[in-house]
């Protein structure tokens, strides 16, 4: 019985050395192992080729394709995944190549079977449903042949559209189903808007978080509020939006909201898929770019995150760099040249709590930036005054006194005239 142990999927991985790329093809390959780590599979082999534009029928070529094919005989593989998307024909294609025993798909692919395995809510998992979809219709044709097999009876790849048969789904089938999923997100997206305007009216300070995966952003929401955001060592731990009360030390009350982590060669789709949630980072009034700082590619991963942040509109938003994950860097060296290149940034461990104290500091700085502060006493005979204080804005302190009510408060800019004159 001990050798009876769980099989995983054998993976032969394919990248594409392009000319004048931001990032080394074995970087990308070495992430592109650890995104087949978390969906349960292992790499047993991997190749690569220098290219400056893809073959139009293999996306490789046919001797590369030969020298796959025998890599995946060679070593039992299961699957090839390419690190670059693959057109539907490609796929066909190199399938017919390396056998209808063996799957291929793409970096694109493997993603959209992560966020299938990780999505929890009906938001997420409606949001993932759609990129697959998306992603399925122009490949319809393809698919069929690699469906129609014994083999999808689980396994890497075999998540899309999870209880029901893709061989009964034509185009026209797919298109009505992306109709139905877009109809269901933008109800639920009305209601997120009314939740989202309903914060925004309040004078509550909104923060969020945004980084690389698995940077440490739901250990550091931990950390800073004390909650249990489900927090792994495993790329895309997180898609689903959360949010958590902060309390400064002055006594205002904040919200934290942990993203959706980004990565290298995020699927366009994807991005459309999940505005909803990344609106979240739009709506926030100051981003906490985190950063893991014991990465070997630090430049790489805050120039993705950069570029995402553009493409959603949120670069107009203040922000605070966050280098996480100091305690993993032996080297002081290493630390003093990221200070000195990142001289606003603070360097803060979610795992020990080294630096934790000196953000919440910094964060309350900017948060006090952005309230109309009031110190006021209310006449107990403007009781309106004291129920608009309680519904539009955020109280710190509360008493009774002799000439009214005292009030410390943060309000918002459409209210705060109201309370000037009992400053």
């Known amino acids: 019985m001990n050798d009876l142990q769980e099989y995983r999927e054998r993976a032969v991985i394919v990248g594409i050395d392009w000319p004048g790329a931001p990032w080394p093809v074995e970087s990308s390959l070495e992430e592109l192992s650890r995104l087949i780590d978390t969906v349960g599979a292992e790499v047993v082999a991997s190749t690569t080729q220098k290219l400056d534009a893809p073959n139009a029928r293999t996306f490789v070529g046919s001797g590369k394709a030969a020298e796959i094919t025998e ?12 690190d670059d998307e693959l057109t539907p024909s490609q796929q066909s294609n190199l399938e017919k190549i390396v056998g209808r025993d063996i799957k291929v ?7 959209l079977d992560i966020f299938a395995l990780h999505a929890t809510t009906r938001e997420g998992r409606l949001q993932v449903r759609l990129a697959q979809n998306q992603y399925l219709y122009p490949r319809l044709r393809g698919m069929w042949a690699h469906l129609a097999s014994n083999r999808m009876g689980g396994g890497v790849g075999s998540r899309f559209g999870e209880g029901e048969s893709q061989l009964e789904v034509d185009r026209r089938m797919v298109r009505k189903r992306i109709s139905s999923i ?5 109800h639920l997206d009305q209601i997120r808007a009314v939740q989202r305007e309903g914060r925004y009216k309040s004078s509550t300070f ?15 929401i931990n950390t800073l509020t004390g909650s249990d955001v489900l927090s792994y060592d495993k790329l895309f731990a997180t898609l689903d939006a959360t949010t958590r009360k902060l309390r400064l030390p002055e006594g205002r009350e904040i919200t934290i909201t942990d993203t959706i982590g980004f990565i290298k060669k995020l699927p366009t789709t994807l991005i459309e898929s999940f505005k909803s949630t990344l609106d979240e980072i739009n709506g926030a009034d100051l981003i906490l770019h985190v950063i893991d700082c014991s990465s070997e590619e630090v430049s790489f991963q805050i120039q993705t995150v950069e570029d995402v942040l553009g493409q959603i509109g949120a670069e107009r938003i203040e922000r605070l760099t966050v280098f996480n994950k100091v305690d993993l860097i032996e080297s002081p060296d290493r630390i003093e040249h990221l200070r000195k290149s990142n001289p606003t940034a603070l360097f803060v461990s979610a795992h020990t709590g080294e630096g934790i104290d000196e953000l919440v500091e910094r964060i309350a700085q900017v948060a ?5 502060y009031c110190d006021v006493v209310i006449p107990y005979s403007r009781g309106d005054l004291v129920a608009l204080a309680h519904k539009r804005c955020h109280i710190v302190l509360e008493a009774h006194e002799e000439a009214g009510t005292h009030l ?9 005239h109201y309370f000037r004159e009992f400053e």
Do not use: Q, W
């Not at 410390?408 to 705060?416: G, N, S, V, W, Y």
């Open 71 to 82: 890599l995946c005989h060679a070593h039992a593989a299961d699957m090839v995944i390419f």
């Open 105 to 111: 798909f793409d970096r694109t692919a493997l993603i």
């Open 182 to 186: 877009k109809r269901e997100l933008a």
């Open 206 to 220: 909104k923060v969020a978080l945004a980084g690389y995966t698995n940077a440490g952003k739901s250990s550091l």
């Open 368 to 372: 006090a930036s952005h309230g109309n």
């Open 408 to 416: 410390r408060l943060f309000a918002p800019d459409d209210c705060a």
